[in-house]
């Protein structure tokens, strides 16, 4: 089965990039989607996300890395996937993803959502987070990929 991984990723922490590993082996492709939305400001631009995804996923196979602005289920529809992925970290997350995969349920009844839960150790992960120890010169290698905590660090100085 194909499943879409619809997200920001601005940037990829260690938890998304868990996450992309683990559904590999479970589904027969994965498609990371990085939505453009400049409306949310991003820090990273399109280009440079996709390329720290690309960088930090070439052990994967099976692994496609687009881009897509609009809805997800549209997304998921023009690439012809099957499921669509999402990640549970913890309580708070379930009330927002359970309303964004009952939204597109009712937009589209061709796709089921699958939430795979994060591992224990990368809970407290979130792109967010990242950025604020970054920001605030801490230690990030235990959070992101390499090329990312290069990116963030040359961002922040
Ligand atoms: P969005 O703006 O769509 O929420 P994110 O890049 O923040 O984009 O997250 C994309 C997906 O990855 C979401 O399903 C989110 O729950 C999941 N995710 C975020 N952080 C982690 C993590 N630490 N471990 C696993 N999954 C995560």
Do not use: W
Not at 30 to 44: R, S
Not at 94 to 109: D, G, K, M, R, V
């Amino acid at each position: 089965m194909k499943i879409l991984y619809p997200g920001s990723f601005d940037p990829l922490t260690l938890g998304h990039l868990d996450l992309i590993e683990r559904a590999s082996k479970v589904f027969g492709e994965v498609i990371v989607a990085v939505l453009q939305n400049p409306q949310k400001n991003p820090t990273f631009s399109l280009e440079e996300r996709l390329r720290q995804i690309a960088t930090s996923t070439e052990h994967i196979k099976k692994l496609r890395i687009i881009s897509f602005d609009g809805l997800t289920v549209t997304c998921a529809r023009e690439h012809n996937v099957d499921l669509i992925l999402r990640g549970l970290r913890a309580m708070s997350d379930f009330e927002y993803e359970l309303q964004i995969a009952h939204t597109n349920s009712t937009l589209s009844n061709e796709f089921e959502t699958v939430f795979l839960a994060t591992a224990a150790h990368h809970s407290f992960l979130s792109s967010s987070v990242v950025k604020e120890v970054a920001r605030f010169g801490g230690n990030i290698s235990h959070m992101v990929p390499e090329i990312v905590a290069k990116d963030l660090i040359k961002h922040f100085n």
